[in-house]
């Protein structure tokens, strides 16, 4: 084994410093409990850009968990594209959400899409699709950091979404 060894009681990494990505999601996380829920699309942009990856953007679940509904910001989905609703059977991003587990796709130009779930707890709530990649992707450090990317919880919870889809607790 190699560096330093942790004593009992010492937590693993104690007195390693955090990189530039772990900075990023603790960033992300920190940041969100601050916002307004039609600002989070553009700090999730934001962040998703530290991470190498673009045009995150949020699919939120209609309350009959039928449609997979696009959250963006005011200066629309980035990566000059045009979203829509999805529904959640026979799609791939409605598989991520139904399953509850990560699904890409390969893009043109040497890019893929990754769907993360998005979960409140246990309660699922969406997923986040970003672009990366495939060199990016072929490092399991960035899925693993995308997943905690998309574990963000604002205050509020899922709470907080209802309002933004207009649908009813």
């Known amino acids: 084994m190699t560096g330093p060894q942790a004593g009992p009681g010492t ?10 990505a772990e900075r990023a999601v603790d960033e ?16 999730l942009a934001a962040h998703g850009r530290r991470l190498g990856v673009e045009g995150a953007t949020l699919y939120l679940a209609d309350l009959q968990q039928d449609v997979l509904v696009p959250f963006v910001g005011s200066g629309g989905p980035g990566l000059g594209e045009s979203v829509g609703p999805m529904a959640v059977e026979a799609t791939l991003a409605g598989r991520a959400y139904q399953q509850v587990q990560v699904r890409t796709h ?11 779930p998005l979960l409140d707890r246990s309660e699922r709530l969406g997923v986040l699709s970003v672009v990366a990649g495939r060199e990016a992707m072929a490092h399991p450090q960035l899925l693993v950091r995308l997943r905690r990317f998309a574990r963000f ?16 607790r």
């Open 11 to 20: 937590p693993v990494g104690a007195g390693e410093p955090l990189n530039s």
């Open 28 to 43: 992300l996380l920190d940041a969100a409990h601050l916002l307004a829920a039609h600002q989070l699309p553009g700090l």
């Open 153 to 168: 919880r604002p205050p509020g919870g899922a709470s907080l979404y209802r309002p933004a889809l207009g649908t009813r």
């Open 106 to 116: 390969e893009l043109p130009g040497g890019q893929v899409r990754v769907w993360l």
